[in-house]
Antibody, heavy 124, light 111 residues
């Protein structure tokens, strides 16, 4: 059974860089036809897609966020990661990783399954 | 604020049928992109409920159904149950924003 698990620091200071890791178990991250993505949810608010990657290294991001986020893959550990630079309080959120795909066209993809999420608080 | 508009809340009594709308535009749902629906129970991660407009993943009760027409989509819950109390999000792709977009979410309350 495919499972995803996020890990990282729960507290980050403003202006620092946030680093999160998603560990995939039950399937190889290099499985064809699937992408791997990050979504966040500020407390009490809705979901925001951050960006996604394919195991080949192809990445694409939410254009409104792209400049501060970096997604990378470590196939040897079956993990992918998210880095966010120059964090502010507005980046406080639960961060989820998820697999997406299922449809032939990239724009028709759905996100399933999701990790349990990790809360990141930006505060001094 | 999202490009996919959902009502903030809907409510119903057990056994009732409720529907949640997801209104988009010509740059997302209206183009023909598929709509997905997710259920988020309190304190948990979202779970895929409907994919490809009207398909249920294995294990999702047939009380849940999806539809799409024009620039809008809908999620229907028939025979509402107490365990359905959750937040529901629609999701699609937007070609003007060049990315996946979610609705703001609808809280379903079972009275």
């Amino acid at each position: 059974q495919l499972q995803l698990q996020e890990s990282g620091p729960g507290l980050v200071k403003p202006s620092e860089t946030l680093s999160l890791t998603c560990t995939v178990s039950g399937d190889s991250i290099s499985s064809s036809s699937y992408y791997w993505g990050w979504i966040r949810q500020p407390p009490g608010k809705g979901l925001e897609w951050i960006g996604s990657m394919y195991y080949s290294g192809y990445t694409f991001y939410n254009p409104s966020l792209r400049s501060r986020f970096t997604i990378a893959v470590d196939m040897s550990k079956n993990q992918f990661s998210l880095k966010l630079s120059s964090v502010t309080a507005a980046d406080t959120a639960v961060y989820y990783c998820a697999r997406h795909g299922g449809a032939a066209a990239e724009f028709d993809h759905w996100f399933d399954p999701w990790g349990q999420g990790t809360l990141v608080t930006v505060s001094s | 604020q999202s490009v996919l508009t959902q009502p903030p809340s809907v409510s119903g009594v057990p056994g009732q049928r409720v529907t949640i709308s997801c209104t988009g535009s010509s740059s997302n749902i209206g183009v023909g992109y598929d709509v997905q629906w997710y259920q988020q129970l309190p304190g948990t991660a979202p779970k895929l409920l409907i994919y490809g407009n009207n398909n249920r993943p294995s294990g999702v009760p047939d009380r849940f159904s999806g539809s799409k027409s024009g620039t809008s989509a809908s999620l229907a819950i028939t025979g509402l149950q107490a365990e359905d109390e959750a937040d529901y999000y629609c999701q699609s792709y937007d070609n003007s924003l060049s990315g996946y977009v979610f609705g703001i979410g609808t809280k379903v309350t079972v009275l």
